[in-house]
């Protein structure tokens, strides 16, 4: 079973290929501009303090990419600098002192609207929950 976060993370950037995501924390940048889910999280044996897992409260911002990099299309494995013409899609507040969606503090509305967070992240729990 996939972390929560990276459940969250494949079915929002799967519903378009320029959007891509950054992890802050308190305004430092732990994971910069990407559409990589393997920076979000702890997700396999030995990792260590990967993304979210790396403070106790982290911030994902959703962003579109408005533009293509050397005339080519924006690729899972890349990192990019964020731009004036990016647009800001919404947010994520994510706490690591919490249990399974409980870790989900508060997030944009539009992600539930237009992505649906909500509906992503029962579902999660659903599987959980049968483990």
Request: glycine letters at 6%.
């Amino acid at each position: 079973m996939k972390p929560l976060l990276v459940e969250i993370l494949e079915s929002i950037l799967s519903t378009d290929g320029k959007l891509a995501y950054v992890i802050t924390c308190d305004e430092e940048e732990l994971v910069s501009l990407t559409r990589d889910t393997s920076l979000a999280c702890n997700q396999k044996e030995g990792d260590e303090y990967v993304g979210v897992n790396a403070v106790d409260e982290a911030r994902i911002e959703i962003y579109r990419k408005e533009e293509k990099l050397g005339g080519i299309d924006i690729a899972p494995d890349l990192i990019f600098n964020l731009s004036e013409e990016d647009d800001y899609i919404g947010f994520i507040y994510w706490t690591n002192f919490n249990d399974g969606v409980e870790r989900i503090v508060d997030y944009s509305v539009v992600l539930d609207e237009k992505y649906g967070l909500q509906k992503t992240y029962e579902d999660w729990e659903k599987k959980y929950e049968l483990l």
